[in-house]
Structure formats: structure tokens, C-alpha cells
């Protein structure tokens, strides 16, 4: 497949009601492979923050956001990294592939406040959620603009050949429903102008196709649809796989302490 041919097949994942572009794909990892994964995450690698812990992988970034280059652990390489490059996900990010996972575990009623990624990785971020069905609450960043009034701010123009919805089309904030062993890609000015958290709550409710952004994507809305639109959180875990730009190998952090040239 070439790049555009992976595109294409991507299109059908794609989240039509958020700016471009994200894109859920459920059950991207089978129940097996996700215990595996789990089983092999090191217990004695946690960092722990105040509604979550998290650890990185090969490294935490240094003061300057650059990575000491080395290997990812092979449990997060296969069969993970392998299927998204058949999905071309990483294919316009300037190593072309991640170099960089954060694994984050929440907790029932545990979470991470509303923020963007910024400026240390490629915009694009591949997040493997297993374990157990959280929210990720969506929504735009606030900008200058929002304490004046904007008036004649309309979008899209009538006729217009305009693919992309105006960006009042888009519905705002929102959540996207992750379940566990799926994949939410986040590229794009999704990444660039919008901030993602997970709210500090024990149960997701009001759970229905009007409030959830991905919920035709979903791999089973039956769980939730049973329970009365509402999802009970159990300890979810987050793979957020992702490009850093700045990274130095060992062999030039060697030269660099004797001197740059
Ligand atoms: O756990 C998640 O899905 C989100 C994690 C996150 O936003 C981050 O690590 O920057
Ligand atoms: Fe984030």
C-alpha cells in the first residue's frame, strides 16, 4: 500500500464530527496480547503523580525535551508498532516511526486535567487503552478572540467546495469514548488546537450517540447501552505512542561532553 492507499483505509476510522483528525479504531489489540502487555509493564518503573501514575519509555525527555535515543522495549514494539505502520500512522513524522511511549494508569475516579501535548513531539499521537473504558473529555483551546465578540465569524460558505466542515460544525466540547484494546489516533490541528483530560469521576454517564463523538466507531455499545448510558471505571492503562524530534544518541552525548564542534 502506498501512503494514500493507507489514508483511504484509515478514512472509515475517522471521527467526522471533530476537526481533523482523529481517528478510532476498536479492538486493535486482541484480549490476549493486551494481558500480555499488561503482564510485562515493570512494576518498579512508576512515576507517581497525584490522580495517576506513569512511567516512560526508553526514558523520561531531558530538560531540553530530547530523548537519549534508544530501542523501545519489544513488548511495546510487537505487534503494535508493526500494524501501525501498516496504517502509515507515523509515516510523515520526521523519524517515521514513535521512538517514545508514555504508559499512564488511572485509577477508578483518577484522571489528567485538560492540556495539549505541545511542542516536543510531531503532532501525532497514538494512544492504546487497555484494561478498562475511560472518557477523554475534548475541547478547544480558549484563544484571544474568545473575550471579544466576533461578529460576521460565519464558517463555511454556501457553495464553497469546502471538504472540511466550518469549524462551528464541529461539535465542542465533546468526549470519545475509549474502550479497552483500541486505538485513538490524534494528528493534525486535533492535536495542534485542542486540549484532551480525563475527568476525576468514578462513573461516565448520559452515554448516548448525541454526547459521544465516536460512538458509531465503538466495538460494543451493548455494555453501555445496557447500563443505562453509563460506564463504571475500572483501572485503565494508556499507551501514547509518539515521535519526539529532538533526539541525541549516545555516541554524540559522548563527543558533546568533549566539546562541540
Ligand atoms: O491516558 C490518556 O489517554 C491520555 C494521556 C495524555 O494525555 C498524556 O499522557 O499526555
Ligand atoms: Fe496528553
Known amino acids: 500500500m502506498d501512503s494514500s492507499d493507507k489514508r483511504e483505509a484509515l478514512q472509515a476510522f475517522r471521527i467526522a464530527s471533530l476537526p481533523p483528525e482523529f481517528y ?3 479492538n486493535f489489540i486482541t484480549p490476549e496480547e493486551e494481558a500480555s502487555i499488561l503482564d510485562k509493564i515493570p512494576a518498579a518503573r512508576w512515576t507517581h503523580l497525584s490522580h495517576r501514575r506513569l512511567q516512560a519509555h526508553p526514558s523520561t525527555l531531558t530538560k531540553t525535551n530530547t530523548l537519549l535515543g534508544a530501542p523501545l522495549p519489544s513488548y511495546l514494539l510487537a505487534p503494535i508498532v508493526e500494524r501501525f505502520k501498516k496504517l502509515g ?3 510523515g513524522t520526521p523519524h517515521r516511526g514513535p521512538n517514545h511511549v508514555l504508559i499512564n494508569e488511572y485509577k477508578r475516579g483518577e484522571g489528567i486535567m485538560p492540556h495539549e501535548d505541545g511542542g516536543a513531539y510531531a ?3 497514538a494512544t492504546v487503552s487497555i484494561g478498562a473504558s475511560i472518557c477523554l473529555d475534548v475541547s478547544r483551546k480558549p484563544t484571544p478572540s474568545d473575550d471579544t465578540t466576533s461578529l460576521g465569524a460565519s464558517g463555511a460558505e454556501e457553495g464553497a467546495e469546502e ?3 466550518g469549524e462551528e460544525e464541529y461539535v465542542l466540547p465533546t468526549r470519545i469514548f475509549q474502550e479497552p484494546r483500541s486505538l485513538l489516533i490524534t494528528t493534525g490541528p486535533a492535536y495542534r488546537d485542542l486540549l484532551h483530560g480525563i475527568a476525576l469521576i468514578e462513573v461516565d454517564e448520559n452515554l448516548t450517540p448525541e454526547t459521544v463523538a465516536n460512538w458509531s466507531l465503538l466495538g460494543d455499545r451493548s455494555l453501555v447501552e445496557e447500563n ?7 483501572t485503565r492503562v494508556s499507551l501514547t505512542y509518539r515521535d519526539v524530534l529532538k ?3 549516545a555516541a554524540s552525548k559522548v563527543l558533546g561532553g568533549l566539546g562541540k564542534r
Not at 228 to 234: F, I, L
Open 24 to 26: 478510532y479504531i476498536p
Open 89 to 91: 500512522i507515523f509515516d
Open 123 to 125: 503532532p501525532v499521537v
Open 163 to 165: 471538504e472540511e466542515k
Open 228 to 234: 443505562g448510558g453509563r460506564n463504571e471505571r475500572g
Open 247 to 249: 533526539v541525541s544518541s
